[in-house]
């Protein structure tokens, strides 16, 4: 299996659909208390208290310690945060494939191009600030982390010299049916965020099992 520099096979960046249960159950109901989530979800408490512990370690859930009106003790209830709703509920894709087919039928190809530069400008400027590390590598493990809190898993390879960002599942799946434009998109957001130039070394659409980045 292949594995990130630190040496953990890559299945570790795939994110757990039951955190997503537990955000989209919060969002439709508001504020709940542990074994309401257990009962709702059918698991058992302790599984819901590891699931909150990595949602609240992300910043998209938080907690309040309420008092019963009458007698008891005093228990913790669970809410979404801002991020939380800003990333639960909202369903963008037919706008997303709406704008994409209107770029597609701009036929000016540098027009084109210069529009898919300022939109990967744009998108890499909206994740800069939580970019950290001062090597290739490092930066690379920082996008990496970054996706992984949106669900899109992503590693690191060791490939000899250079590190690899690997797409182990494709950010915007939709999109590259249509048009693998997205992908030349997604390689300038990249090499924005990492800082170094990048290629696309092996790709989906051309039947390669992952979409690798590479430094040029």
């Known amino acids: 299996m292949a594995s990130d520099l630190s040496g953990q096979p890559m299945t570790q960046y795939i994110a757990e659909s039951s955190d997503v249960g537990i955000l989209d159950l919060l969002r439709k109901t ?6 309401e989530l257990s ?7 302790t599984a819901v208290r590891q699931r909150l512990v990595r949602l ?35 369903n963008f894709v037919d706008l997303s494939l709406a704008l994409w ?16 530069a300022r939109i990967a400008r744009t998108l890499a400027s909206m994740y800069q600030g939580q970019i950290e590390g001062q090597t290739t590598a ?8 970054l ?14 010299s250079l590190p690899v960002l690997t797409a182990l599942a494709c950010p915007y799946p939709q999109l590259a049916e249509q048009d693998r434009g997205i ?15 990048l290629k696309l070394s092996s790709c989906r659409l051309d039947g390669d099992e992952c979409c690798r980045f590479t430094s040029n």
């Open 30 to 35: 508001g504020p709940l208390g542990v074994s």
């Open 39 to 45: 009962q709702a979800m059918r698991v058992t408490a």
């Open 56 to 90: 609240m370690a992300q910043g998209l859930v938080d907690r309040e310690l309420v008092s019963p009106a009458g007698r008891g003790r005093p228990g913790h209830r669970y809410q979404l945060t801002d991020k939380g709703r800003r990333q639960t509920g909202a």
């Open 101 to 116: 087919q209107e770029i597609r039928a701009i036929e000016d190809p540098e027009v084109r191009r210069g529009l898919l």
């Open 138 to 145: 490092e930066r690379m493990q920082s996008v990496s982390r």
């Open 147 to 160: 996706f992984a809190e949106r669900d899109v898993p992503f590693a690191v390879e060791d490939s000899g």
């Open 183 to 197: 992908c030349a998109l997604e390689r300038m957001m990249f090499a924005e965020l990492v800082g170094d130039g």
